[in-house]
């Protein structure tokens, strides 16, 4: 629970969020900051002082003493852990179904069933297809997107086998998921293998419930979040860096406002369209507006952030504050991460919450189903009604506080980055970290949470990271956070880095940290892990990187998915907050130096980010050390640090290296 009568300043560092919170106050509105400080605490449901079992009604049952069983005689133990699976469960279904929907969308566009789709990116497709085993040799793309999407399709139903993603994790991984019976079967069967098997009498051992949670989680990871990610980029383009600004400041008070919330980017990308056509254009300014400001919120926001360069007001706990900024005229949501307080919000003001998902209906908000068959009208329909709501406005507050960011940077684009279009290769990523001019990679992701101070978490932990010359990379919230301070963004980045990434990332041209998309793109992170595996020098699995995962300021079932995921393909991961499994110690053993022993990578509940940096700092060279590499010293670089850019570039490859990477070019380096 967050401390009552905390003051603005505690309940979150974002100026432009302390503005509107005042604002709220002032009109005595309730918001998830208010909300979560009048919350009466349950020591036993938070797992500080009990567990508390709700899988049958012979109970609920709360065990709050040693040796103490439920009524069945399910022990601490097992409530914690069918607890703990049952969220993976959840979180896994809500990214995979997000990834089912966008492979409903692809085989629609080859059917030429989705008017306004298309394959925008006709290479990835062509790999995705290679990496799934489609033949694309003398097939026209419509042919190939129709195998992709029933591919995909057929991997959630799938009942024996295997996902064809596990096969392009690093080879001692998969060797070591099908040998402790970890390689996941089929996406929706494994969420029903862990519902199932948390029903009430069913498997009661913690640490087989909890093994079976990780095949679920990697069904997410090497499944439904692979697939929403790829099929994604297929049809609206693999990202690439673009400048955008965050924040509320977005908002214009002469324009009418209509924001994205929510995950999926397929009506977003029709909105982003429609925005921009004359006629709707022309009606605004018959409205009286100056224009149609587009911008979005959460995840929906990321994904048009780093595709279309739209921008970001904010992310999770923004979008009641966004609604109080009195200058919204539509609020469009589609899944996960919506708050319900918003349509009462909407209420004292003049905005529409519009729900779109077939499977999302809010009371007392406008339902306006969204079908790819006919996705352009459904975005038309909405941007118009927003514009008639423009004349409705009352009193408008919009904070002077925005920040520039450059997010977007796929996989794809950091092989291209660091390696250049025809030798794309994360050779020199690899390069630096072993000279130990890199000292690791961390990604912080995740959410906000009002139990903590709105975004200090995440910039704690990464300027601290970023000071000790550890790569950053982002997703989600915490990626939106990032922008809101300058961190996505070179120049201001740079100064927060630590000498050696300075020089690195001031070589390269890229940011210190670096933007990689929504939550469900933490896909594209486990990719990123097993280039460097492939790449060499760095072990021969991603439990031997210098690398961490940290979800400070986490709150949904879907981030201890892509925790578990993450542990499940060797990663250590650090959630902050609390830890909901407390009490639990065997559970809390379990999920740490038990799948530490197992699997390689473990999951730890921190709530201290100065221990959290510590831990992670301290795993880093805990890796660097067991790869015989350099220990991190942060006094040998710095010398090269202005290096002008431009002349680094007309520089020879061989003597770029060198410059940079402090190491001599190596036969076969690029
Ligand atoms: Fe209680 Fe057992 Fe039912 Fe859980 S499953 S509520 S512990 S009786
Ligand atoms: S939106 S899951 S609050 S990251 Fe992806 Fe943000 Fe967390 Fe939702």
């Known amino acids: 629970m967050a401390r009552k009568g905390r003051d603005i300043t505690e309940r979150t560092m974002d100026p432009a969020a302390q503005a509107i919170l005042a604002r709220a106050e002032q009109l005595g509105i309730m918001t998830a900051f208010t909300r979560a400080e009048m919350m009466p605490p349950c020591t036993i449901g938070s797992g500080k002082s009990g567990m508390c079992c709700k899988n049958c009604f012979m109970g609920p049952c709360r065990i709050t003493k040693d040796g103490q069983v439920g009524i069945c005689g ?63 040799e003398g097939r026209t793309v419509n042919d190939v997107a129709l195998d992709v999407a029933r ?39 494994e969420v029903v293998d862990t519902l199932h098997r948390t029903h009430m009498g ?31 980029d297929i049809l609206f383009g693999t990202p690439s860096p673009k400048v955008s600004q965050v924040n509320l400041g977005v908002l214009k008070r002469d324009e009418v406002n209509i924001l994205v919330h929510g995950h999926e980017p397929t009506l977003s990308e029709m909105i982003v369209a429609a925005v921009q056509d004359p006629e709707l254009l022309a009606y605004a300014r018959s409205k009286g507006a100056n224009g149609i400001t587009l911008a979005g919120i959460c995840c929906t926001s990321n994904e048009v952030l780093m595709r279309q360069g739209v921008p970001s007001a904010g992310n999770f706990l923004h979008q009641e504050l966004a609604i109080l900024t009195g200058a919204v005229e539509a609020m469009v949501v589609d899944v996960q991460c919506i708050m319900q307080a918003l349509p009462n919000l909407a209420e004292r003001f003049h905005t529409k919450v519009i729900t779109t998902s077939s499977k999302v209906k809010i009371p007392g908000a406008l339902h306006m189903e969204f079908d790819e068959h006919r996705a352009l009208q459904v975005a038309r329909d909405i941007v118009r009604l927003a514009i008639d709501n423009f004349p409705n406005r009352g009193e408008v507050l919009i904070p002077d506080v925005k920040a520039d ?61 970023l000071r000790n010359d550890v790569l950053v990379v982002q997703t989600g919230c915490g990626a939106i956070a990032a922008g809101k301070y300058g961190m996505l963004l070179g120049e201001a ?49 991603i439990s031997d990187l210098p690398a961490v995962g940290i979800a400070p300021e986490w709150m949904s079932e879907k981030a201890l998915a892509i925790g578990t995921y993450a542990a499940a ?22 999920i740490s130096a038990g799948w530490e022993s197992m699997v390689g990578g473990k999951l730890e509940f921190v709530s201290d980010p100065q221990e959290i940096v510590r831990r992670a700092l301290e795993h880093i060279d805990k890796k660097r050390a067991a790869l015989k590499l350099p220990a991190y010293d942060p006094t040998k670089f710095g010398q090269s640090g202005d290096y002008p850019l431009q002349y680094y570039f007309e520089l020879p490859l061989e003597e770029q290296q060198a410059l940079v990477y402090g190491v001599p070019a190596r036969e076969g380096n690029r």
């Open 74 to 136: 399910a022990t601490v133990e097992t409530i914690a852990a069918r607890n703990l699976a049952r969220a993976i469960a959840s979180g896994a279904a809500a990214h995979s179904d997000h990834g089912r929907d966008l492979a409903f969308t692809l085989e629609a566009v080859a059917l030429g069933q989705a008017p306004g789709y298309a394959v925008r990116d006709v290479a990835k497709l062509w790999e995705v297809a290679r990496r799934v085993g489609v033949p694309t």
């Open 151 to 189: 591919k995909a399709l057929a991997e959630f139903g799938q009942q024996r086998g295997e996902l064809s993603y596990l096969r392009t994790a690093p080879k001692r991984r998969y060797e070591l998921w099908k040998k402790l019976d970890l390689a996941p079967r089929g996406i929706d069967r």
């Open 493 to 541: 980045a740079l100064e927060l880095a630590g000498p050696g990434l300075r020089e690195v990332c001031e070589a390269v041209g890229i940011p210190p940290v670096l933007h990689m998309g929504s939550c469900v793109d933490n896909s594209r992170i486990l990719t990123v892990l097993t280039q460097m595996v492939t790449e060499g020098g760095l072990g021969e699995d």
């Open 569 to 590: 393909s060797g990663a250590y991961v650090l959630f902050g907050v609390e830890s909901p499994y407390e009490f639990s110690e065997e559970v809390s053993r379990l």
């Open 405 to 465: 960011v450059v997010p977007g940077f796929s996989h794809e684009y950091l092989n291209y980055m660091l390696g250049g279009t025809y030798r794309g290769s994360f050779r020199p990523l690899n390069d630096a970290i072993m000279a130990g001019r890199i000292r690791g990679v961390a990604a912080v992701v995740g959410c906000n949470n009002p139990k903590v101070t709105q975004d200090k978490e995440h910039y704690d932990i990464t300027t601290e990271l």
């Open 202 to 232: 069913d498997d009661q051992d913690p640490e087989h419930i909890l093994r079976g949670a990780m095949r679920t989680a990697l069904a997410d990871g090497w499944g439904g979040s692979m697939w929403a990610t790829d099929l994604s």
